[in-house]
């Protein structure tokens, strides 16, 4: 079974809007790690965070900031103020207690338009 | 800043031949993977290995190989390249285990095409 899914696969929006990325993700550990990593066209995937289980609350940075839901187990992404260089393909991903493997989603194509 | 570098960001090899991907990375690490990407599928893990000697089957190890002989050094093989293996590899490596060490780090990736 999947264990994480991003249902959007591609996203297009204008300069200054704000977006969300959406992540739903599936797993019977207690103790757990979420992930967002961003893919600019140059091709290296770029960490960008991680939040723990045990650890609901939001978070901010900068224009970036993250909703973490356990009642609904997501972890969705919003960009306020997009810019060009927010453009990259955008990818959450699942650890579980054992730590090692990650299990990503299939990833969503942002594209800001000037 | 973690580091982790694939040797090739283009290569162009022809059905049948045997292809070496390379990657190192500078953190001490001891867990290294390899991906495979494709449009629609996002990453999928091919072979991961968390020690020297050591390796682990990923989601779709066929057709692929692995030789871990340096901790820093994980090669991606594939004894004999096959036009369906035309891909985005990346290469990314981590501490071993769970806890506040577990974050993935990965190389620029390695664009390969079988012709």
């Known amino acids: 079974a999947q264990k994480v899914t991003q249902a959007q696969t591609e996203i297009s929006v204008v300069e200054k809007e704000d977006v969300t990325l959406d992540c739903v993700y599936e797993t019977r550990d207690t103790t757990y790690y979420l992930f967002w990593y961003k893919q600019p066209p140059s091709g290296e995937l770029v960490f960008l965070i991680r939040r723990n289980s045990f650890d609901e609350q939001n978070e901010i940075s900068g224009r970036y900031s993250w909703n973490f839901q356990k009642s609904t187990s997501s972890f969705n992404f919003t960009i306020t103020a997009s810019q060009v260089v927010d453009s990259a393909v955008y990818f959450c991903?699942?650890?579980?207690?054992?730590?090692?493997?990650?299990?990503f989603g299939t990833g969503t194509s942002l594209t800001v338009i000037p | 800043d973690v580091k982790v570098t694939q040797s090739s960001r283009y290569l162009v090899k022809r059905t049948g031949e045997k292809v070496f991907l390379e990657c190192v990375q500078d953190m001490d690490h001891e867990n290294m993977f390899w991906y495979r990407q494709d449009p629609g599928l996002g990453l999928r893990l091919i072979y991961f290995s968390y020690d020297v000697k050591m390796k682990e089957k990923g989601d779709i190890p066929e057709g692929y190989s692995v030789s871990r002989e340096k901790k820093e050094r994980f090669s991606l093989i594939l004894e004999s390249a096959s036009t369906n293996q035309t891909s985005m590899y990346l290469c990314?490596?981590?501490?071993?285990?769970?806890?506040?060490?577990?974050?993935?780090?990965f190389g620029a990736g390695t664009r390969l095409s079988v012709l």
């Open positions: 990314a490596s981590s501490f071993h285990g769970g806890g506040a060490k577990n974050i993935q780090y």
């Open positions: 991903a699942l650890s579980e207690n054992t730590g090692n493997q990650f299990y």
